[in-house]
């Protein structure tokens, strides 16, 4: 099974806010464009296409409500200002958090305690 981890900052508050991870199945990264939802591959491309990292745009994110599976859809919002935005997003992407967020650990998922049981 495909996914891939991604970090995310709210854009309400790009310098304070937490940095979330968000895992993605294959539906929500592969596949076209339709009647502007995209998934993330296609919306990169998009992006990319207009000479713009996707670091460098305000995306919304939703689900998809006409996928029978949980389907997240991106739409570029706007880009971020140059002088106030980007800088802290770049610092912020770069972060411990962000880089926690993305990487995946097997052996940390290993070691992590069971969960706890309930009583009978």
Do not use: C, W
Request: proline fraction near 7%; aromatic fraction near 8%.
């Amino acid at each position: 099974r495909f996914q891939r981890r991604i970090a995310v900052v709210l854009a309400n508050n790009i310098e304070h806010s937490d940095v979330f991870q968000l895992v993605l199945p294959a539906q929500s990264i592969f596949g076209k464009a339709d009647n502007g939802k995209m998934p993330l591959e296609a919306y990169a491309n998009f992006i990319g296409g207009h000479g713009l990292s996707i670091s460098s745009v305000v995306t919304e994110l939703k689900f998809d409500t006409a996928s029978a599976t949980p389907k997240i859809i991106f739409r570029a919002v706007r880009p971020l200002d140059n002088d106030s935005e980007f800088p802290i997003a770049v610092e912020r992407g770069q972060s411990a958090e962000a880089l926690a967020a993305i990487s995946f650990n097997p052996a940390q998922m290993d070691r992590a305690p069971a969960p706890a049981t309930a009583a009978a």
